[in-house]
C-alpha cells in the first residue's frame, strides 16, 4: 500500500524559511518521479515541483529560485526547502506520486505571516 506522510509545516515570517520531509511507503522514491503540489484556501490544488526518475528537477514559476526539491533513496523521503517564503506560499503542502496530487498524503500546513 502506497503511503506518503508529510510534516514540517508552521508559521513562519515573510521572508522565512521551512524545510518540508515526506516519508514514503510502499514504493521506492528512487524509482519514482515525486511531486510537491499545494492548496491554498479557497483555491485549486497547484503544482509546485517534481523531481523525475533520471533527477531531473523542474519547478512552478511561483517558486523558481526560492523552492528546492531534494531526495534521499536511502531513507525514501522526498523533502522541500522552501526560502523566502511570502505570504502567497501560505497553504497545505503535499508530496504526492502525481502532478495533479491525485495520490498524496495528508499534508502540511504552512502559514506564512507577519
Known amino acids: 500500500e502506497v503511503q506518503l506522510v508529510e510534516s514540517g509545516g508552521g508559521l513562519v515570517q515573510p521572508g522565512g524559511s521551512l524545510r518540508l520531509s515526506c516519508v514514503a511507503s510502499?514504493?521506492?522514491?528512487?524509482?519514482?518521479?515525486m511531486y510537491w503540489v499545494r492548496q491554498a484556501p479557497g483555491k485549486a490544488l497547484e503544482y509546485v515541483g517534481e523531481i523525475t526518475h533520471h533527477d531531473f528537477i523542474y519547478y512552478a514559476d511561483s517558486v523558481q529560485g526560492r523552492f528546492s526539491i531534494s531526495r534521499d533513496n536511502a531513507q525514501n523521503k522526498l523533502y522541500l526547502q522552501m526560502n523566502s517564503l511570502i505570504t502567497e506560499d501560505t497553504g497545505v503542502y503535499y508530496c504526492?506520486?502525481?502532478?495533479?496530487?491525485?495520490?498524496r498524503g495528508q499534508g502540511t500546513q504552512v502559514t506564512v505571516s507577519s
Open positions: 504526492a506520486t502525481d502532478p495533479d496530487g491525485r495520490q
Open positions: 510502499g514504493f521506492r522514491v528512487a524509482d519514482s518521479a
